[in-house]
């Protein structure tokens, strides 16, 4: 086996470059997966930007989808040469935040200790996907096989997009027959769309204004389309509830202006879910907040984890109830992940998310 690998590395700020690695050495715990195809997400932008930070150096990416190369000596119940994903948040099943439930908060393993999206370790605190091999910590907790019959491309989006998307309906405990607003529709607004079908909500209403995206919302379960360029958001989704506004709203982008309009279009008791990643401080509006009397809740959810929520949504995937395949619009080799990132963050061509297969 060679020594050496090929790698997407952060140097600096708006600046990351495919350079040389080595593979690295196996744990006891570990598994080395070989990458057979990973993607660019949103959060690797905000990283390139410099809009979050990370040690130079470090490999990005999040979301694997490879072949078991080696096992740690410590690990049983897989093989090599089995295919696997793992999960963008890596729990190690053992840590105080892991046992209280919290599985995305696990700050175990980590140089830096315990922090917000502690769990969060690939491309954030340990290398990442973006690369020919990946070592996968705590393996036995964040391995999930690949069903047999279903491509590399089907369940690309189970490590952080479908998984988050999910999580923005579930948290906000989308209800049957409720009424769900999605702000924005890039790839997870898509997947929260889908996801909210799925949890019940009958009168689903997406907010974008890009065409491609906004068709691709109702194939996804949007009953509604609003075109936020066009006309007023918030005004056209109070018209369409008949000025009652909706059980749950779902922000999706990561900006002070979907943040407010999500909390405005919420009926008295509705759900603020917010999946967003944001890089400023935010400020909520008197009005919408109404006063702090509106018995509003406003929660935040990361990205689950773990083999068991993989599994789960690789079954979903299985049963035909999502498809996913749809937000792949690009693929490039590794080689030209550089070429990949140029298109990815400035939003050319339509993209909505890249495969990238070294």
Not at 242 to 260: C, H, K, M, N, P
Request: hydrophobic share 40%; glycine share 12%; aromatic share 4%.
């Amino acid at each position: 086996m060679a020594k050496m690998m090929k790698a997407a590395i952060f140097v600096e700020a708006n600046r990351i470059v495919l350079d040389d690695k080595p593979i690295p050495e196996v744990g006891p715990l570990d598994a080395l997966i070989r990458i057979t195809t990973t993607t660019i997400c949103g959060t690797d932008v905000h990283i390139l930007k410099g809009e979050y930070p990370v040690a130079r150096g470090l490999t990005i990416g999040h979301e694997p989808v490879g072949i078991i190369e080696k096992l740690g000596s410590a690990v049983s119940g897989y093989s090599e040469g089995q295919r696997v994903i793992a999960g963008a948040i890596t729990p190690s099943g053992y840590s105080n935040a892991c046992l209280c439930g919290c599985h995305s908060q696990d700050g175990a393993g980590t140089k830096h200790g315990f922090k917000p999206m502690g769990g969060w370790r690939f491309g954030n605190t340990i290398d990442g996907s973006q690369a020919e091999y990946l070592l996968v910590p705590d393996a036995m907790a964040n391995l999930s096989p690949v069903p047999d019959g279903l491509t590399d491309e089907q369940v690309l989006m189970c490590p952080d997009i479908l998984s988050t998307g999910f999580s923005g309906a579930e948290s906000g405990k989308v209800r049957i027959g409720d009424t769900v607003a999605i702000f924005a529709q890039g790839p997870i607004g898509l997947c929260a769309t889908a996801g909210a079908r799925l949890m019940g909500a009958t009168t689903i209403i997406a907010v974008d204004t890009v065409p491609e995206r906004l068709a691709i919302a109702r194939r996804m379960g949007a009953d509604h389309v609003v075109d936020f360029g066009a006309t007023d958001p918030v005004e056209e989704i109070m018209r369409l509830t008949d000025g009652r506004g909706v059980d749950v709203s779902i922000e999706a982008l990561g900006r002070q202006s979907t943040f407010e309009a999500a909390l405005k279009v919420l009926r008295p008791g509705g759900t603020l879910s917010s999946l967003g990643v944001y890089s400023g401080d935010l400020h909520i509006p008197l009005g919408a907040f109404c006063a702090g009397l509106g018995d509003h809740t406003i929660v935040t959810t990361l990205c689950p984890g773990g083999k068991e929520r993989m599994r789960r949504l690789m079954d979903v995937v299985a049963s035909g109830r999502v498809d996913t395949r749809p937000l792949v619009t690009h693929r490039y080799s590794l080689d030209a992940i550089e070429e990949a990132y140029a298109l990815f963050a400035n939003q050319r061509d339509g993209v909505l998310k890249v495969a990238i297969t070294p």
